[in-house]
């Protein structure tokens, strides 16, 4: 009952952060002039295929941190998934409003390594199945971090 409970309560704080990075973003991608200009990697998907992804990364997301939350956690630990949050949520308004390519970049490296080190410190505390929730998350990343520095 519990990490049924935290499920929900990580849904609402994982896509609430999306929301909010969404909102200091202002307009969508596709219609941001900027961007429709940048030159893109030939391997960018579709823009229907982030709210694909997003969605997906966020529910398994958001069963990790129920698995995670649902036991004693370090104050370390906790730290680094707020951390998270607002690195994913600063992403957006950095480089779709203030066009810091690099900057953006950098908080992309600093969102994997965090992901990475949270993962480390769970890996006690998680079952090794529940480790692979966060790989789609840690893919996608990899993705972003590659289509970021494409348009450097």
Same mark, same amino acid.
């Given at each position: ?17 999306? @929301?909010? /990075? ?7 991608? /596709?219609?941001? $002039? ?6 893109? #990697? ?11 992804? +997003? ?29 998270? +949050?607002?690195?994913?949520? #600063? ?12 900057? /953006? ?15 480390? @410190?769970?890996?006690? $505390?998680?079952?090794?199945? #529940? ?8 893919? +996608? ?12």
């Amino acid at each position: 009952m519990k990490k049924t409970l935290l499920f929900f309560v990580f849904l609402i704080i994982n896509f609430g952060g999306l @929301y909010l /990075g969404g909102i200091l973003m202002g307009s969508s991608p /596709g219609s941001n $002039t900027w961007y429709k200009n940048l030159q893109k #990697a030939p391997w960018t998907p579709p823009g229907y295929f982030f709210g694909i992804a +997003w969605t997906i990364i966020m529910i398994l997301y958001s069963i990790y941190c129920a698995r995670a939350f649902s036991s004693p956690l370090p104050k370390k630990t906790v730290g680094l998934f707020i951390l998270q +949050w607002i690195l994913n949520i #600063a992403w957006n308004p950095v480089f779709f409003n203030f066009h810091e390519i690099l900057l /953006g970049l950098l908080l992309l490296i600093l969102l994997f390594m965090t992901l990475i080190l949270i993962n480390k @410190y769970l890996r006690l $505390t998680l079952t090794s199945t #529940a480790t692979f929730l966060i790989l789609p998350y840690l893919l +996608w990343l990899c993705i972003a971090m590659s289509l970021n520095a494409y348009v450097l």
